[in-house]
T-cell receptor
Framework: SQELEQSPQSLIVQEGKNLTINCTSSKTLYGLYWYKQKYGEGLIFLMMLQKGGEEKSHEKITAKLDEKKQQSSLHITASQPSHAGTYLCGADTGNQFYFGTGTSLTVIP | DAGVIQSPRHEVTEMGQEVTLRCKPISGHDYLFWYRQTMMRGLELLIYFNNNVPIDDSGMPEDRFSAKMPNASFSTLKIQPSEPRDSAVYFC??????????????FGPGTRLTVL
C-alpha cells in the first residue's frame, strides 16, 4: 500500500552476511509489526514495536522503530538459509491497519 | 490445537462461478479476520468479526464479496460472481484481541484462488 513503503523488494545474500529491511510510513504509527511468510503459508508474527526509539531482538533478528515513529528497520545478523522468506511490516495508524508489500529474502548457502 | 484451518487449500474456477472459502478459527478466539494477498496490492484486511458479529467490513472490495460467521467455529467468505481479478491467496486469522499484530493472532495456511 502507498501508506507503507518497504525496501528493498527483494534481497539475495550469501549465508553469513548481515542485511537490513526498511519500512517507512507516511503517517505516525501507533504500532509497527514485523511478520515472516513462507511461500504458500500464513504469516508468522516476529515482533511488535510501539515506542519511538524502541528496539527488540529475537535470536539474530533485531527491529527498531525510529524516534518519530514513522520508520522501522529489520536487521538480520549472520543470515542463514532458515531466514529465507518474505518479510512484511504491518502498521497501525490508529484507525486503520496497513501492510507493506513485502521483501523477499533469499539466502544462498 | 490444530491452529486455524482453511479449506480448500486451492480453488480453480471459471469466471462467473460462485466461490466459497471456509475457515475454522482456533477454539476460544473471539476475533476472526479475512485477508486477501496479491502481488499487486499486497496483504489487505477484508473484514473482521468479534463474537460472530461483523465489526469492520470496509475492506471488502465490492458487493460480490460477502462473509458470514454463523457460529464461533466457522466462517465463510463468498464471492459471487467471481472474476479473474479476484485471483489471490485468501487468509483467515483468529485472535483473542482486535489489536492486529499482537502475538495472539494466528494465520491459517490460506486458500489460493484462481479464477479463469
Amino acid at each position: 500500500s502507498q501508506e507503507l513503503e518497504q525496501s528493498p523488494q527483494s534481497l539475495i545474500v550469501q549465508e553469513g552476511k548481515n542485511l537490513t529491511i526498511n519500512c517507512t510510513s507516511s503517517k505516525t504509527l501507533y504500532g509497527l509489526y514485523w511478520y515472516k511468510q513462507k511461500y504458500g503459508e500464513g504469516l508468522i508474527f516476529l515482533m511488535m514495536l510501539q515506542k519511538g526509539g524502541e528496539e527488540k531482538s529475537h535470536e539474530k533478528i533485531t527491529a527498531k522503530l525510529d524516534e518519530k515513529k514513522q520508520q522501522s528497520s529489520l536487521h538480520i545478523t549472520a543470515s542463514q538459509p532458515s531466514h529465507a522468506g518474505t518479510y512484511l511490516c504491518g502498521a497501525d495508524t490508529g484507525n486503520q491497519f496497513y501492510f507493506g508489500t513485502g521483501t523477499s529474502l533469499t539466502v544462498i548457502p | 490445537d490444530a491452529g486455524v484451518i482453511q479449506s480448500p487449500r486451492h480453488e480453480v474456477t471459471e469466471m462467473g462461478q460462485e466461490v466459497t472459502l471456509r475457515c475454522k478459527p482456533i477454539s476460544g478466539h473471539d476475533y476472526l479476520f479475512w485477508y486477501r494477498q496479491t502481488m499487486m496490492r499486497g496483504l489487505e484486511l477484508l473484514i473482521y468479526f468479534n463474537n460472530n458479529v461483523p465489526i469492520d467490513d470496509s475492506g471488502m472490495p465490492e458487493d460480490r464479496f460477502s462473509a458470514k460467521m454463523p457460529n464461533a467455529s466457522f466462517s465463510t467468505l463468498k464471492i459471487q460472481p467471481s472474476e479473474p481479478r479476484d485471483s489471490a491467496v485468501y487468509f483467515c486469522a483468529s485472535s483473542t484481541t482486535v489489536r492486529v499484530g499482537d502475538n495472539e493472532q494466528f494465520f491459517g495456511p490460506g486458500t489460493r484462488l484462481t479464477v479463469l
